[in-house]
């Protein structure tokens, strides 16, 4: 095949005695006779067939018939190899029905005259053999399409280059060559380290056709190759491709060390790639020939130098020759004695020395010694101005910290910069100085509080009278009085509803420190990543927060342990132990757990019978401006409610409930709202008659009835996916009827990013979003049944049961009770089932 010696003859012109005698023998009544004319006749050039071959017509008319000869594979292969060599391409369609005869030979046979053909139109056929089974027809399919030039079958072709017979993807290289198929040019690359040098050859060869400027280097390697033909090809590859800068150059000038007798064409090769290139013409002044004395350097000589060998020794590829060459230069040029090597030249010593020391040379000693004497001289003459300028330098980073975030993340959240930058003092002071970790914190406080939702809170709906038991003494005063700030470790815990949440957000409006807000679902990875989750991940150095956090730089509040898991607890608690000089608050309705040893636990009190009244009465500011019921009206129907619910006439069962409830703020805020409306609530169904007014109130406005259903299956999938932002797009009419000022049942969240105002909807209260969520457990479905099961050991569900004990039919709500005693039998864990108790036992 052309492709496989840069050095083949071309074929001899044929003398006519020799045409007429083949063609003679091609008429042979003997198979055998025929096939080796044909033979024969490839061997010669023939210009113009129709010319010197006589009866050139009748020739090929007998021919024509041979191709269908039935009886002889023989007698049809050679028809096909004369027809092809004598270029007959009006017998290319008769040709091409041979592409699917039952003789491999004869496929072959067709394949290959139908190239010499350049019969193009039949190349869709042609292509179907290059799956064919026989390894010489798919290499003739190839060949042959590359000698059409049929590029539209070039990804085919370009699958044989994976062939596990050599000939076969020789053939399918030089075919994607000839079609100048240059988007294979990364597949054929690979076969540059193809085992068989005939298949290295036809990539060379193939990519020097393409002129694949992207693959230079890789055939600049093949200079290497112990076959004198790939090498060869490569090198005329290389010079089609045209010049090429250092990283082909490198391997080229290995080449003269590998093969000394071919030094004179292939540093001719470099200097003709390089295309008289000043970095090319630098390196071929020191690599690549013989071995010269040490010479006087000017300085610009020398850093020129050492910047070119930088660049070459990038790209040496492993060239062991050549890095040897280079290793000996650079020492020689780093220790000439006319250079006086200046600072700003010590990262090029630094990259070389490295880079020697990486391969164990032995002039790596001699850069080391260069390099000892310009950091010397450097730091001498640095070290004044370092010193009155780094003070300096950090002080005005400190006030320019909250405005730049690239200042915040590489200078004081990233520990070396922070460490070694900082030499220690920073560090210390950032971490007890007050005023200057108030700066560390300043351009994260909204993030840091924002799941707090402060934007919403107003501080005269917090009712402050409410009491919390002091640990120890026993004793019960206002939580306002006990706890001012957050001092230490706290845990306060209380009953749903009773304003832990509230007062957790009266604390944070009010604090001047820096404070982060958790829910405790957001430590389910930890306390302290949670933290950098809000630090817009500038703060990656753990260990820095973690000394922040003990030397008290950040208050931390975590609000809601009792709606986790119990290993996302104990990761809490873990936390809380490791830092116990750290000030921490923590909020949890009752359950079972083993608390921090380190923390006091301040139980938050039921409102009594005094404060019942006063709470619903300090609500007339915060209900709707279109109330029903106002002013003295108002407080006049409080009082008469309060006298109708409390009637210790009742049964004391029922008295306790309607007590218990009464002295829920949250509860009381419904009760509240709906005195304001001039309804008579019912205690024991607050949600559900809040509920019939907002939907009574939605078909009114919408004139549709109010998705239940479908609603509380969206809010029971916020809840397994730990979502807090309603689905408002979705959902935008029952968004809206939610946070009617009547019924306030949701919040919204509003704030802008990147200019675009933003708006996200918020319950406004746990025991809210479980009214929906309770929808998805009632009904005689399996689905309710699998609910009441599956989710009876999930602490986010803990409100859902309590709901269920007074929405439930009465015996469903029992065979519940039994479940859920059966539960805190094995699990040792009675918070749920106590409770549910209680309220089912008032019923």
């Not at 042609?126 to 079958?153: C, F, I, P, W």
């Not at 409080?638 to 006298?643: A, F, H, N």
Request: glycine share 4%; hydrophobic share 40%; proline share 5%.
């Amino acid at each position: 095949m052309p492709w496989v010696s840069a050095t083949e003859k071309p074929k001899p012109q044929p003398k006519d005695w020799q045409i007429n005698g083949i063609v003679a023998a091609l008429t042979d009544l003997i198979p055998e006779v025929r096939a080796k004319a044909a033979e024969h006749l490839q061997e010669y050039q023939l210009d113009n067939p129709k010319s010197q071959i006589k009866n050139y017509d009748e020739l090929v008319k007998q021919l024509a018939e041979q191709l269908q000869d039935k009886d002889s594979a023989i007698s049809r292969n050679a028809a096909a190899e004369a027809l092809g060599q004598m270029q007959a391409k009006e017998q290319a369609p008769q040709l091409a029905l041979l592409l699917k005869d039952d003789d491999w030979n004869v496929r072959r046979a067709a394949a290959s005259a139908l190239g010499q053909m350049q019969a193009k139109e039949q190349a869709p056929q042609l292509a179907l053999l290059l799956k064919d089974s026989d390894t010489n027809v798919r290499s003739a399919a190839a060949y042959a399409l590359g000698q059409m030039q049929a590029k539209e079958v070039a990804p085919q072709v370009a699958l044989l280059l994976k062939d596990s017979d050599s000939d076969v993807r020789s053939a399918a290289a030089y075919a994607l060559g000839q079609m100048q198929a240059k988007e294979q040019a990364p597949q054929l690359a690979l076969l540059l380290k193809d085992s068989d040098s005939d298949v290295r050859n036809a990539a060379a060869y193939a990519l020097g056709q393409m002129q694949a400027k992207e693959q230079a280097p890789q055939l600049a390697l093949l200079l290497q190759d112990s076959d004198t033909n790939v090498r060869n090809a490569a090198a005329q590859a290389l010079i089609k491709i045209g010049q090429r800068d250092l990283p082909v150059i490198v391997p080229v000038l290995d080449s003269v060390h590998l093969y000394p007798s071919e030094i004179g064409q292939i540093r001719f090769l470099a200097h003709f790639l390089g295309g008289g290139e000043v970095q090319v013409e630098t390196l071929m002044q020191w690599v690549g020939k013989p071995k010269m004395p040490p010479k006087e350097l000017e300085y610009n000589e020398g850093v020129e130098a050492m910047t070119v060998f930088q660049t070459a020794w990038k790209h040496r590829d492993s060239l062991p020759e050549l890095q040897r060459e280079l290793e000996r230069q650079i020492s020689e040029v780093a220790a000439n004695k006319t250079i006086i090597w200046k600072a700003q030249n010590i990262k090029l010593l630094q990259n070389h020395y490295s880079n020697l020391k990486k391969v164990n040379s032995t002039h790596a000693n001699t850069l080391q010694s260069v390099i000892n004497n310009v950091e010397y001289r450097q730091w001498f003459f640095n070290t004044r101005i370092t010193i009155i300028t780094h003070a300096a330098f950090w002080l005005a980073l400190i006030f320019a910290y909250p405005k730049f975030p690239q200042v915040q993340a590489i200078f004081f959240w990233n520990p070396w910069v922070r460490r070694i930058g900082g030499i220690g003092y920073v560090g210390f002071l950032l971490t007890w100085f007050p005023p200057f970790r108030r700066k560390l914190f300043e351009p994260f406080k909204p993030s840091l509080l924002a799941d707090a939702r402060l934007d919403n809170f107003n501080t005269q709906s917090y009712f402050p009278q409410s009491r919390v038991q002091i640990p120890g003494s026993g004793k019960i005063l206002p939580i306002t009085e006990v706890l001012p700030s957050i001092q230490g470790q706290i845990i306060l815990e209380g009953e749903s509803g009773l304003g832990k949440s509230m007062f957790i957000r009266h604390l944070l409006q009010n604090s001047q420190r820096i404070v982060v807000y958790l829910p405790a679902q957001k430590c389910a990875k930890g306390v302290i990543e949670a933290i950098q989750d809000k630090l817009h991940g500038q703060a990656q150095d753990a260990d820095f927060l973690k000394n922040l956090i003990y030397s008290g730089a950040i208050d931390i509040c975590i609000d809601g342990l009792n709606e986790v898991t119990a290993e996302t607890r104990a990761k809490i608690t873990h936390f809380v132990e490791s830092y116990f000089r750290g000030n921490i608050i923590m909020t949890t309705q009752p359950l079972e757990w083993t608390p921090p040893s380190t923390a006091k636990i301040y139980k938050l009190q039921p409102l009594e019978k005094q404060q019942i009244e006063e709470f619903l009465i300090s609500r007339q500011p915060q209900l709707p401006q279109d109330a029903k019921v106002q002013g003295d009206d108002y407080k006049t129907a409080c009082i008469d409610y309060l006298k109708s619910a409390l009637n210790p006439q009742q049964a004391p069962e029922e008295l306790d409930a309607a007590q218990r409830i009464l002295s829920n703020p949250m509860d009381l805020t419904v009760v509240a709202l709906m005195i304001s409306q001039g309804k008579h609530p019912h205690l024991f169904h607050l949600q559900q008659e809040q509920y019939k007014l907002m939907a009574a109130e939605y078909l009114k406005e919408w004139n549709q009835e109010f998705p239940l259903k479908k609603f509380s299956a969206a809010v029971y999938e916020m809840r397994i996916q730990d979502k807090q932002a309603l689905p408002a797009d979705e959902f935008h009419q029952v968004v809206m009827s939610l946070a009617d000022e009547k019924y306030k049942m949701v919040v919204s969240r509003q704030w802008k990013e990147k200019e675009e105002a933003k708006q996200e909807w918020y319950f406004r209260h746990d025991k809210i979003m479980d009214f929906f969520l309770v929808q998805n457990f009632m009904g005689d479905n399996d689905a309710a049944e699998r609910l009441l099961v599956d989710r009876m050991s999930d602490p986010r569900f803990r409100g859902v049961y309590f709901l269920l004990a007074t929405l439930l039919p009465l015996d469903a709500a029992k065979e519940l009770r039994e479940a859920l005693i059966q539960y805190a039998a094995d699990t040792k864990d009675n918070t749920v089932s106590n409770t549910f108790v209680q309220l089912l036992r008032s019923r």
